[in-house]
């Protein structure tokens, strides 16, 4: 089976652009760069190659091993869900990154000469390079250079279906090329001084970057238009209560949306699988509710990549309760669940909402039992669901379920609790009677 991968490319329009690679590469580059009638933006251009790649990543005094290791993983599945194969990872201890070429001197003549004997075509950093740090690794390896954002970036561009997504996630591409123009320029720099010997390169990239500074402007009023639509339909859903499916990316947010709302939104067990915010309608017993699925967080994101989420990030402020789901199957769950907190406290400013802890997955989680002889600490692969059930229940206040949305496990003692904390939201909003009919237990009461 052919794996593929997006490839970026800047191009410029008649300035002959190069970026110390093979004249075979550069020949298909050359032929790629043509003007685009559809796509994400001007200056990008994507084909589907197949690619083969390494990841890069650092042992630090704030990272140790585990977590590099958590996160170069974590990095693989972003590659194989951008279609790339991961081959080999590469990790260097040292105090902080080399700010000309992110790793050591030794360890980039390492990846280069992997690179060489195995024809990989592409290397993927695990976190945001500099400019000056992708123009030196390209001319010691001669290959795509990729960070972590740009990789994301590149995800997003391939899931965006709607036209707000396109419009976000081309924002978020300009601002995240803004700071980088530097080294598309090499070619018009400076060579010498002296009167009459100054190169066009300097105001070149000035000129260039009030381009995408306009463009970037005109995207921000695209989708204030858009937002204002976005709020007059909040505004038109009427006093129903609102909930917000919130979490880490990949945890089963849309199956659960299915599941409860009987849509169909697009779910894969690949990162980011979803993109638009979906909102549907869903009726349990006599209560009707709005259900909104939102965009994933991840680790290592930067705020501005969120926030050109805007219209996720409204969904989240406008919503009554949040419903955080967690997969429990995931050894670093727990990592996650602080990672999700923690933007919602930052970018959503969501800190006061009634939030539900959903533990999905159920039906994969797994742990070692360990020996009755067996005189070591226990770890976190020696929990047991029960175990797990128990100190959660209790640290949320029984605020908290676990289900299987795949096996459809514990799906009414979850539509219970929505219900029941719906159902408080609508009564103390709308004191008189206004549910969809009256229940018998309700009307005994009375």
Not at 296 to 323: Q, W, Y
Request: charged share 30%; proline share 2%.
């Amino acid at each position: 089976m052919i794996n593929f991968a997006k490839k970026i490319i800047f191009r410029t329009k008649n300035w002959g652009l190069k970026r110390n690679k093979s004249p075979k590469i550069l020949k298909k580059e050359e032929d790629m760069a043509k003007p685009r009638k559809d796509g994400m933006i001007d200056n990008i251009i994507t084909e589907e190659l197949s690619e083969k790649a390494v990841l890069v990543g650092l042992i630090t005094q704030q990272q140790n091993e585990m977590k590099a290791n958590e996160y170069l993983d974590e990095l693989a599945f972003l590659a194989d869900t951008a279609g790339a194969v991961v081959v080999k990872k590469f990790l260097q201890r040292i105090d902080q990154p080399n700010r000309a070429t992110f790793v050591g001197t030794g360890k980039l003549i390492e990846i280069r000469e992997y690179v060489e004997e195995n024809e990989i075509g592409l290397v993927i950093f695990d976190d945001d390079l500099s400019s000056k740090q992708v123009s030196n690794i390209e001319k010691e390896l001669k290959v795509k250079i990729l960070d972590r954002t740009s990789l994301i970036l590149d995800i997003f561009a391939k899931r965006a279906q709607t036209a707000s997504a396109k419009l976000q996630v081309e924002l978020a591409q300009y601002r995240y090329l803004l700071p980088r123009l530097t080294r598309m320029w090499t070619h018009l720099e400076r060579q010498r001084g002296g009167i009459g010997m100054r190169g066009p390169g300097e105001t070149q990239i000035e000129t260039d970057r009030r381009i995408i500074l306009d463009k970037i402007s005109l995207l921000k009023q695209k989708l204030k238009e858009l937002d204002t639509q976005f709020t007059v339909q909040r505004k038109n859903r009427g006093k129903l209560t609102r909930i917000a499916l919130v979490g880490y990316t990949n945890v089963g947010k849309s199956t659960l949306m299915n599941l409860l709302s009987k849509s169909d939104v697009f779910a894969e067990n690949k990162l980011f699988a979803t993109l638009d915010t979906t909102c549907r309608k869903v009726v349990i017993e006599n209560l009707p509710f709005l259900l909104s699925d939102t965009v994933g967080f991840i680790r290592k994101l930067p705020h501005h990549l969120v926030e050109s989420f805007k219209s996720t990030l409204d969904e989240v402020r406008d919503a009554d309760i949040l419903v955080h789901v967690v997969d429990i199957s995931h050894p670093q769950f727990e990592d996650q669940i602080e990672i999700v907190n923690k933007t919602l406290r930052e970018v959503c400013e969501a800190t006061d909402k009634e939030m539900i802890l959903v533990f999905n997955k159920i039906d994969a989680f797994t742990y070692v039992k360990k020996d009755e002889d067996d005189l070591t600490p226990r770890t976190r692969e020696n929990i047991s669901l029960e175990e797990l059930k128990e100190t959660w229940m209790a640290k949320m206040e029984k605020n908290c379920v676990f289900i299987s949305a795949k096996n459809k496990q514990n799906i009414e003692e979850l539509k219970t609790m929505l219900y029941e904390k719906a159902k408080a939201i609508h009564q103390a909003r709308f004191p008189y009677n206004d549910f969809l009919f009256q229940k018998y237990d309700d009307l005994m009461e009375e």
